[in-house]
């Protein structure tokens, strides 16, 4: 068996016994395969592996990558999964099956504009600054409900859940269990929280997608 595939039985084998834990039903987490500075060579290892979803972070370097992948593998999905620039909204919305990123207005209205031309509408996730931190992207907690109601009302986008990266050395656990509430709150059923170090919480606290890449694929060069 090979390291990604031994790996991934692993984290497979963590997240039904965190789901079971937490007193959720069997495959109510989905694992999103984060690759990113990953050669196409160990995207196609996790596919022989049964992994059929994956992040990317980066818009061109998806771009790059997964059109190949996709024409052999036809039940590929593929989540963008870092912060936006505006100017790659209508690539990201060309490739993505899920955009978690969507954080401010510029944004949507670039996403909406592509989706209109396209006739695409990935599914799109509101990340969250759960810990405002400057440098981060995601809306700020106290502009997030509006910014929801803005996206989904003024931008007619399809969001479905919430994204968050916890600050880096802090406890996530009130992080996760926020996004959790504030999801509840606006009738949203997709939470993508957790990441290598931390998606056993994470997926007490509710996640529906944990983003996992060095505990499958090794340290990022
Ligand atoms: C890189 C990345 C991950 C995966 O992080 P690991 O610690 O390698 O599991 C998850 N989410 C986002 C947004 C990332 O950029």
């Excluded at 039904?16 to 495959?27: K, L, V």
């Excluded at 990266?165 to 059923?189: C, K, N, Q, V």
Aim: charged share 25%; hydrophobic share 45%; net charge positive.
């Amino acid at each position: 068996m090979s390291a990604i595939a031994e790996n991934l039985r692993r984290i497979r084998d963590r997240i039904a016994e965190a789901t079971a834990r937490a007193n959720r039903p069997p495959g109510s987490v989905q694992l999103v395969a984060v690759s990113k500075t990953q050669p196409a060579s160990a995207v196609e290892e996790a596919l022989a592996a049964g992994q059929l979803l994956f992040g990317e972070n980066r818009v061109q370097e998806a771009a790059a990558k997964f059109p190949p992948l996709r024409a052999a593998h036809p039940g590929l999905r593929l989540h963008i999964i870092g912060g936006l620039q505006t100017n790659k909204a209508a690539d990201a919305v060309a490739i993505a099956d899920v955009i978690e990123s969507l954080d401010r207005p510029k944004l949507a209205a670039a996403l909406a504009k592509a989706m209109a031309k396209q006739g695409r509408r990935p599914a799109c996730l509101v990340q969250v600054n759960t810990g405002d931190e400057p440098q981060k992207s995601g809306v700020r907690r106290s502009e997030a409900e509006a910014f929801l109601r803005q996206a989904r009302e003024e931008f007619g986008l399809p969001v479905e859940g919430l994204m968050c990266i916890p600050p880096l050395g802090e406890d996530p656990r009130p992080h996760f269990a926020y996004l959790a509430e504030l999801a509840a709150r606006h009738g949203l059923r997709t939470l993508s929280m957790g990441m290598s170090g931390d998606f056993e919480i994470a997926i007490a606290e509710g996640a529906t997608h944990v983003r996992i890449g060095t505990a499958i694929f090794g340290a990022r060069g």
